[in-house]
Structure formats: C-alpha cells, structure tokens
C-alpha cells in the first residue's frame, strides 16, 4: 500500500509539472488554477482509490506488478479532488485537508466571494478534465476500454445523483451513501481494476459483493468521524453538526424517538456555525445512542464485505490484502 501511495504521487508530481507548463504557455495567469488543483490533490490525502484499484487487479490477475493501475488511481484522485472542489464550495466549508477550501483560498487571494467561488468552479472543472485526460491515457486492455468509458461515466453519474440526496437531505442516508461515496471510493475503482485485469464475470461479481457494503461502511465511519471527532483528528472540521448535516448519525437519533430534553440539546447546535464547544459536546453526549447504532451497522456491513472475499475464488494472498483494505477503510480512529 505504501508503495501503490508512492508511486500515484510521484505521477501526480510528473503530471501537474507538465499541466503548469501547458498553462505557462497559455497565460501568465493560467497557473493559478493549475497551482490550486495541485496544492489540494497532493496536501494529504490517503489514496484509498488506487489502493482499492491496485488490489482488485492483483485479485484477479494474481501475484506480480500493479503498475497498470497507476494512472486509473491517479484519474481517481484528480476526481476526488473536483468532488471535494465543489463540495467544499456548495457545504460553505472553509477548511480541507488541514488547509484553506480551493474557494475560499481564491477569496482570501483576491478578496472578493464571487469571484473566489467562481474560480473554485472553475479548478474543479480544470481538475475534472484533469482526471479525463489521465484515464484516457491508461492501459485498458483494448477489448474492455469502452466498458471502462462507460464505467468510469456511471460513476461520476452515481455520484452527482448522491449529491442531489445529500444537499436535498434525503431520508435513505445509506443510499446516499452508496450513490456520492462508494461509487468512487470503492465500488468503481473495484470494477475499474477488475477491468485492468480483465477479470471473468465471476470475479467483478465478487468484487462489487466485496465493495459494495465496504463503500457505505467507509462513508458511516466518516459519519462518526465528522460528528464526534475534532477538527485536529479529521484534517477539515468535525462539526456535522454545526453545519447541520443530516447524516447516519443524525438519522439513527431521530430513528430512535430520542427525549424532548435530548431533541432540544441536539437542535441548539444543529445548523447552528455559532454554537458553543459546550454545546456541542452535550449535544454530542445525546447522540451516543445513535453512534451505537451506526457502529452496529457498520460493522455488520463490514462482515457483508468480508464474508464475500472469504467466499471468492481470489487467491489467499490476494483476499488477505483486500481484508486489510477492508480494516484501513473502516477501522476506528485510534
């Protein structure tokens, strides 16, 4: 896994110095968005979505290199990095990944909203096409590139109509899940190394049975992550509740018929930026019945996933690097 991070990076490094000369040769001014689309892919980031790729293609091509993967893990972080771009500018976050949000940067530099929020769509436009312009270049076995193509369209299809539920505050929390984060977190670049290793029917069934339920198990633990861990542990502010997000956790408390005395102390910070630390951690305290649920969840969903790697034909070498993905994806923050 070290390596796989390793090596995307070093070809993440080589591709955005050829992106900063192409826009040197545009405009003096081009680089800006080049600069930001950069800063934010490489300022952490732990590249679970080559990692999920590479060992897919290991599952089903068996023991030898992964590098075939490379550039369709690199595509994957380009399109993260346009998903959390816009995310970042439609949730009004500031912060992401320990640094200032691609917008709000654009605003501080220039000191003007508008046109920092306008710059932010536009870098994350640059860096859509970015991602294009990588998984074009990839080594696709010639005779299932155009089911790649059209796979690697669903997903971002999946994750746009996941976006729709989330700002709509749809009640199927997991099903938003599923549609904005396991489609490009695990389910695709799944299938996209099965494809890569042109893997049978067999095996991409395996594959989506394996990261299915790992994908909403990933997004649950985030939930938890960014209801009741701080700012410090996240990388971006774990404050859900402040801005008034309604997810797993949010949903199981209402599912649970909680107290008036528990309602109140949950509304006098949800969607509140101004709330106290106080508040939130008594807001927090009425919600731990809810996180017990949503770990109750996750873990069954977790045992979904590790019971169809145990039921595959894949090699023991290559299920157990696919049950350590599975533990890295969704273990709890130490």
Known sequence: MAEIREQVDALLERFF??????ADALSSRANELVSEVRELTMRGGK??????TAAAYRAVRGPGPVT???????SLELLQTYLLIHDDWMDEDVERRG??????AFQQRHGRAHLGASLGVLAGDLASTFSWELFLKSELPARRRDEALALFVRIQKEVFAGQQLDLMVDEDVERMHDLKTGSYTTR???????LLGDASEAQMTSLRDWSTPLGVAFQLRDDLLSTFATAKETGKPGDDLRHGKHNAVVAAFERLG???QARSVVDAVWGRTDATDAAVRLA?????GAEAEVEKRLGRLVEQA???LAASSFDEDAKQMLFEVTRRLTERAS
């Open 258 to 260: 909680p107290s008036e």
């Open 68 to 74: 075939a993967t490379y550039e369709v893990g690199a």
């Open 284 to 288: 927090e305290e009425a919600l731990r």
């Open 306 to 308: 590790r019971s169809a």
């Open 188 to 194: 695709g670049p799944a299938e996209l190394g099965g």
């Open 99 to 104: 640094g200032p949000a691609v917008h709000y």
């Open 17 to 22: 110095d050829s992106k900063r000369a192409e």
């Open 47 to 52: 590249r679970l979505r080559p990692i999920v």
